[in-house]
């Protein structure tokens, strides 16, 4: 027997898709064209054990298709982790949407989507997410059924955006109160990077609560408006992670945490809306531990989302997400003691608990 070693760059030449590790035992992953809009989208969907895989859309103009496969290749399995961590009967999936969602996007190419969403017959179900909106998903529950974060007029529970925000704030409160003795936010210095819409609704949390904020995003105009509204700092500089700061939250695009930024930060806690915050989880993950940095797993913290959707499928009211998504707060001390005990990274805690859950319902269904 021959043993063959590849390099990275190797192995995606000679296994270009399962070879990633971003694969990880992915179920199915379905590649849509469309000629006549132009559609080219891929969805990714990584493990059904409890239940149809449920995740967003995500329209960006990645600068290859490569990166747009690694990229719902991550965020479905990342979603597969949050519904488990969250106790929801929900699998993971993903959907990316190649092209600018300023640009190329109109009607006929979200209904061409729609229609690969609803050949999959509810193995997947989709909502919005970076570059796609409500009035989206509006028009891709004229096409299939198997959507979720439609508006509340026609049945649905509208943007989830202000409950993705507010589970993130008791995630942030949580990890303050792990890393300080007290969740108490006032005179805390916190940066957020990223200021959409769960960014800025973020911001309005811990101002409100007395945290000193300063806000960035490569939208100047944005920071602008937000700063002027909540009355925050702004920091438009090259070396944003030096900042001496207590709390950094990355709600922008994933992988920050990297090798540069980790040597760089001041911050004592991470907590954030965004996916994928360390570039490799496992090294990463390592050198917040060693630097005593206090990490809020972005999959636990961001839920709030998926638990406000899926009231759609449960059949429960925003009251009742609203209750779900406090429980972050628990759920994330609960692991971040976990980690301290066992002496693994809070990542590592919260993966195990999530791969407990869909290895107990795994045989159950045996």
Request: net charge negative; with cysteine; glycine share 10%.
């Amino acid at each position: 027997m021959t043993t063959n070693v590849y390099t990275p760059d190797e192995l995606k030449k000679v296994d270009p898709v399962f070879g990633q590790i971003s694969f990880d035992h992915h179920e199915q992953v379905v590649f849509c064209h469309d000629k006549d809009t132009g559609l080219k989208a891929i969805i990714g969907i990584h493990n059904t054990v409890l239940g149809p895989a449920l995740g967003g859309t995500r329209m960006w103009n990645y600068t290859s298709e490569w990166e747009a496969l690694n990229d719902v290749l991550r965020l479905s399995r990342g979603m597969t982790y949050k519904s488990a961590i969250s106790g929801l009967d929900l699998g993971g999936g993903k959907a990316v949407i190649i092209g600018d969602s300023k640009k190329d996007k109109n009607p006929e190419l979200i209904k061409a989507f729609a229609k690969y969403v609803d050949s999959l017959s509810g193995r997947y179900i989709t909502a919005e997410d970076v570059g796609t909106t409500t009035p989206d998903m509006d028009l891709i529950h004229t096409i299939t059924p198997h959507v979720t974060g439609i508006s509340e007029s026609l049945g649905g529970s509208g943007n989830p955006s202000p409950v993705t925000a507010y589970g993130v704030y008791m995630g942030l409160k949580a990890a303050t109160k792990f890393k300080y003795g007290s969740d108490d936010l006032n005179g805390k210095r916190v940066l957020v990077q990223g200021i959409g819409n769960v960014g800025e609704t973020l911001v309005k949390h811990l101002v409100n609560a007395g945290a000193l904020v300063t806000i960035t995003d490569i939208s100047k105009d944005r920071v602008e408006e937000v700063a002027k509204k909540y009355n925050t700092a702004i920091y438009m500089g090259e070396d944003l992670y030096s900042l001496d700061v207590d709390i950094y939250a990355p709600c922008a695009l994933g992988a920050t945490v990297n090798n540069d930024s980790v040597s760089k930060l001041k911050a004592q806690v991470i907590a954030g809306a965004a996916n994928n915050q360390l570039a490799e989880e496992a090294i990463h993950g390592k050198m917040l531990q060693d630097k005593g940095i206090v990490y809020a797993p972005d999959f636990l913290i961001n839920a709030g989302g998926i638990i406000n959707v899926f009231g759609e499928i449960a059949k429960y009211g925003s009251d009742e997400a609203i209750r779900r998504t406090e429980n972050i707060y628990n759920t994330t001390l609960d692991i971040l003691n976990l980690a301290k005990e066992q002496n693994i990274t809070p990542n590592q805690a919260a993966m195990k608990m999530a791969e407990q859950r869909i290895e107990k319902k795994k045989q159950e269904n045996k």
